[in-house]
């Protein structure tokens, strides 16, 4: 069941869809380019985007609609735009910078005429939109208070109803560094505000899933327990997800916090775009610290080597077969409690030309794109992407996940999948290691099963096996979820 507000009324969005999002700055460091088709062309339902407020008003009162206009000329009405306003400006907030991070305005009227605007122009086209992106993360993408950012997002929940009065407003990301944290850390202490003084504000609470997603219920349950301690609930949606990420690795996290930990001793107070151009290639403890990591890659533990450009092919195709096992799972369960939208990080990198693997943030997230560039064209795919369009193309029509619990097998992960005008789906994963765990041996599944016949296809992409006798389907069930249907 999903999720019913009990605090304002609230939008509560309409069946299912899977979508993905673009990056963090379309359009800020290059030109816009064309991305909704191949998006498109990989099933995704729904595209969100990034706008800074100084992209759109470089100063005050004059608008450019340059970037807001590349997107809306790509729409062709199916899909659904969220976009995630930042309020990061060189004349208009406390912090100037044209990226990161966002912080409060001088003027909330006048952010509240920027918004506005925005919404305004965008005349209905736009569904979602959402007050900066991760607050609770502070320094690098909030530079304020939790009061601060409950202020900001009455003034942009004021300004898009406004304009739109059917559009949403999403509260910003609520993600690992909630999450992963004890009661009464800063991170807690920033959402809980926020979710208090800001709960007539809102009408969707966007939670951020990286890591096993074998976690992704217990974060569901936390987000939930976060409203519930204030006397309501609405309804949850999953504005970014992505595995293999190193920190879900104990051993590789280790390492990289252990050799990482000099690049944030002297974490500049901004990154604006001028100043990351101006410091690409310097000699920073960033890059001395990932050149550190790179020069003994081959003493590195394997599941920290396979986020590193360069590894091994062997991991590199390891890595690539847990990020599509992990893009499947995490849809199965979080379509599972009721969640109904869920939006993949992310679809490529922001522009074209070579990638600075020297990053910390490459290293996190930089091989979780879906697709790459081939010269100036976004038309490179990676095997996450055919498992995202085989996930999109079996989930079309669906109306409800549903997981079966099977008491004689704790580690059978089972859904069944209701499809409008389609037969059912039998989605199926044994649960284990995500690194080591495919090197196991199936086990032998068998399942009550009425047709005559069965297709199985997995998440890699292959057809095992399978048999039928008496009524029952004998399967055997690995690692990687597997798509059975009469």
Partial sequence: MSDITTATASFDPPGIRLGVVRGISYGLFGEPDEFVPQARSLGA?????????GQVEPEPGRYIWETVDALLDQLDGDEEVWVTLCSSSPWATTQPTDFLPPSPAHDLHAYGEFVRQVVRHCAGRVHYWQCDNEPSNTDLLWAGTSAEYVAQLETMYAAVKDADP???VVLGGCGYDVFSSEDGSAARRFFDHVVSAGRDAFDLFDVHLYGDASTVPASLDSARRLMRAHGYLK??????????????????GAVMYETLASAFTDVPATQSTGELIERAGQDTPERRAMTALYDRMSQLPPKLQMFLAGCPADLEARRHRINCRQLVMCNLLTLAEGVRRTVYWNLAPEVPGPV???????LMFGKLALLDYQGASLSARHP???????LAEQLAGVRRVTRVEVADRPTLYAFQVDRTGRGPLLVLWDHRDMFDGEDEPPV???????????????????TPATEIH????ILQVSLTPMFVHA
């Fill in 235 to 252: 309804p949850i949606v999953v504005g970014e997800y992505a595995a293999p990420v190193p920190f879900e690795f104990p051993e590789a």
């Fill in 470 to 473: 008496d009524g029952q389907l």
């Fill in 356 to 362: 600075d693997s020297r990053q910390v943030m490459h």
């Fill in 444 to 462: 032998t599944v068998t399942w009550p099963w009425p047709a005559s016949t069965a297709t199985v296809i997995d998440a890699l992409g292959d």
């Fill in 166 to 168: 059917a559009a949403a």
């Fill in 384 to 390: 996450a992407a055919d498992t995202f369009a085989l």
């Fill in 45 to 53: 339902q729904l595209v969100r985007v990034y706008v800074y407020w």
